[in-house]
């Protein structure tokens, strides 16, 4: 399970998507969110399908490394998709007994729901999928530049999202290595009740932590030994250029979206 999650992975491909500028990347992803969760109508669910599909195929990204990002969460989606199916009432009723419930509005939210949940961890996947870390924490940082005049420290809040970012597969890994061994020195893990798997998870979490403590101080010390201080006064190898493509991009995400808005407003009205 722990293998399936791909948050925070970099793919370096040579695609379309690749290409783009990071700033147009981040806000066509906003732009996506926006998209999936404007309105209660399937039209929102259409959109959000049809976008994806294209930056998959743009991208170059097999699909299966999305799908290999809803498998850690499935037991989000069961519970949450249980209970909007019997907690909901309205239309038809199917079934009941006592409090609970079948109806033909718990079904649809229920496959609304879970659809929604879906397509947002599919899609938003894609922005580090083709995104290096460099290039997203420059992106951030000059989409979020205007709060300079706040006084607000904008270099270290994306080179701290950033970093948050790069070091999930990291500890991902470092963590299946932590059960490995505890397994091979006949660690029980997966029988008992929720109390004994709990007691299980001492023996991970503390290495684990020591882990990401050394990490952090090792990565503070070379960033310190290269004269690290700030952004400013600092350059960059790659500057971010927009081109045709971008604002490509950024056109037909907003023709998805204005369909999503007008779908939303007429359907309202019948």
Not at 121 to 139: E, F, K, Q, V, W
Not at 242 to 254: E, K, P
Request: charged fraction near 15%; aromatic fraction near 8%; charge should be positive.
């Amino acid at each position: 399970m722990l293998k399936d999650i791909t948050l925070g992975q970099y793919f370096p491909l040579d695609s379309v998507v690749h290409r783009m500028d990071a700033r147009f990347k981040i806000i066509i992803t906003m732009l996506y969110l926006v998209m999936l969760f404007w309105g209660q109508h399937v039209i929102s669910l259409i959109a959000g399908f049809v976008f994806l599909i294209l930056a998959l195929i743009c991208s170059k990204i097999p699909p299966k490394m999305p799908v290999r990002s809803i498998k850690p969460i499935l037991p989000v989606l069961i519970f949450t998709g249980t209970l909007n199916f019997f907690a909901m009432k309205g239309g038809t009723i199917y079934w009941q007994w006592k409090f609970l419930s079948v109806s033909s509005q718990g079904i649809q939210t229920s496959a609304f729901m879970i659809v929604r949940i879906c397509l947002l961890i599919m899609g938003t996947s894609l922005l580090t999928y083709t995104t290096s870390p460099i290039a997203l924490t420059d992106a951030i940082e000059s989409l979020l530049s205007p709060l300079k005049k706040l006084n607000m420290p904008v270099h270290a809040l994306a080179m701290m999202m950033t970093i948050a970012l790069r070091f999930i597969p990291t500890l991902i890994e470092e963590t299946d290595k932590i059960m490995s061994a505890q397994k091979a020195r006949g660690a029980d893990m997966e029988s008992g009740g929720l109390i004994q798997r709990v007691h299980a998870l001492v023996p991970i979490l503390i290495p684990l932590m020591v882990s990401a403590f050394r990490r952090a101080e090792e990565l503070a010390l070379a960033m310190e030994c290269r004269c690290y201080h700030g952004g400013e006064g600092r350059t960059r190898l790659r500057e971010l250029k927009s081109g045709m493509r971008d604002y490509i991009a950024l056109g037909i995400t907003l023709l998805l979206l204005a369909a999503v808005i007008v779908g939303n407003i007429l359907l309202s009205r019948t």
